[in-house]
């Protein structure tokens, strides 16, 4: 459609361009270590909520 190539196609030529990742220096899934944390966070500050409201004696 419109005389494009398709999708997959152009993501390989663009992946092709990349130059090869060296060992050490990057994480390949660095949106799932944000999610993990973001997660994590939420839940300590969760738990650390539902311990102040039991100390202060509210429901």
């Given amino acids: 459609m419109f005389h494009r190539k398709p ?8 992946v092709a361009k990349r130059p090869p990742l ?11 270590l944000i999610v993990f944390c973001v997660v994590i966070a939420l839940v300590a500050l969760k738990v650390v909520g539902a311990f102040a409201l039991m100390k202060w004696g509210l429901r």
Avoid: C, L, Q
């Fill in 7 to 14: 999708i997959e196609e152009r993501i390989a030529e663009r």
């Fill in 22 to 32: 060296k060992e050490g220096k990057h994480f390949e899934h660095r949106p799932a």
